[in-house]
């Protein structure tokens, strides 16, 4: 068995409008459980690149520990990568985005390294307004320690080894909604449509863009009586909108059943056309938000889709007010300004 991906490709692949076929943002093969749903994540990441035209040396993916924290090996193989600790993820990409925020950087984690050991670092991520995707892959158990729960496991879930978890769960989505993120989805691994343009529009949400992933762990957690298993999602999933993402520079057609259509408006001037199915729910209203994932909790239903989306805020550059020119391209000139810059800020405090 060998883990060299073949060079070889078809001479005539579609390319994107930078001349990159689909081999520019693969990996290394992965090694993961074959049907592991984090690979269909990475494959939804590949296409999601792919589509916008990012030069792949523009990437940055960061990760923790756990099966979640092994797939940057297994996408984008020419952007740059760093695996740090368990749950320590979001303050190495607040340093790295704090360093070079020109960079699209993929906070990628597990519920384990999200909702345990990192669940501090995650909620002040949130604070922080960090520009990022935070995309959780999340299976309910444990799977590099043999399957254990994890905090996202719901009450009542049956293992495989047959106990059932006593423990009321941590809702990711909600939690984020709460604690004030901008931008927070949820979806699920096998849903490629839905899931493919979710990340487009995260990448291009300026400040932190959250995405829970329901990604079922085929060795430890697909079993009967599992509600994080294949089966379970499916039957149990209700989507809050089909959506598009609409770059900028493109017509606009929709091709959706009669229904109501809303639009957002990202940073950038892209948008996000939602074709609403439920009228309750209102993506840019907080409350609305949390109101439809209670609903959907209270009638044992996982609600995916773009959940809320606030365009209003800027981001952690914003907020600290940082320099136009990131920090780490800073040359002795800018930083070094002279004894005249120095007097002028020394009268600015007289």
């Keep these: 068995m060998t883990y060299i991906k073949p060079i070889f490709r078809h001479p005539k692949l579609p390319k994107n409008k930078i001349g990159y076929t689909l081999k520019e943002y693969e990996g290394a093969i992965s090694n993961l459980c074959a049907g592991c749903g984090h690979d269909s994540i990475s494959t939804a990441i ?5 589509d916008l035209s990012i030069e792949p040396h523009k990437v940055a993916k960061i990760s923790g520990i756990g099966c979640s924290s092994k797939t940057p090996a297994f996408f984008l193989g ?10 320590r993820m979001p303050s190495v990409a607040t340093g790295a985005n704090l360093a070079n925020k020109d960079l699209v950087y993929f906070g990628v984690s597990g519920d384990g390294d999200t909702a345990s050991i990192g669940m501090g670092q995650f909620v002040h991520a949130i604070r922080r307004n960090v520009n990022m995707v935070y995309l959780v892959m999340n299976n309910g158990c444990y799977g590099l320690t043999k399957g254990q729960d994890s905090a996202t496991a719901d009450q009542g879930s049956k293992s495989k080894a047959g106990s059932i978890n006593p423990f009321q769960p941590v809702d990711l989505a909600s939690l984020a909604v709460e604690l004030g993120a901008t931008f927070v989805a949820q979806s699920f691994s096998g849903d490629k449509g839905q899931l493919v343009p979710l990340i487009k529009a995260a990448i291009h949400h300026k400040g932190f ?19 994080k298993s294949y089966d379970y999602v499916r039957e149990h999933m209700e ?3 089909k959506l598009d993402f609409v770059p900028q520079e493109s017509e606009i057609k929709v091709d959706y059943e009669e229904g109501e259509i809303a639009q957002v408006t990202m940073h950038d001037g892209t948008r996000l056309q ?14 609305s938000a949390m ?6 909790r209270a009638k044992e239903e996982i609600i995916t889709g773009l959940l809320y989306v606030e365009t209003r805020f800027g981001d952690l550059h914003d907020i600290l007010g940082t320099s136009d ?4 391209k800073l040359t002795a000139k800018e930083l070094n300004p002279g004894g005249a810059a120095l007097v002028e800020i020394n009268n600015g405090f007289n």
């Design 274 to 287: 939602l074709h609403k199915l439920e009228n309750e729910w209102d993506p840019k209203d907080r409350l």
């Design 325 to 328: 020119i990131p920090l780490n």
């Design 239 to 241: 989507m809050t909108s």
């Design 291 to 296: 109101n439809a994932i209670q609903r959907a």
């Design 78 to 87: 020419n952007s740059h990568g760093f695996n740090s600790v368990h749950g």
């Design 46 to 50: 590949v296409q999601a690149c792919f």
């Design 209 to 227: 863009a959250f995405i829970n992933v329901i990604s079922p762990c085929v060795t430890f957690n697909n079993n009967v009586g599992s509600t």
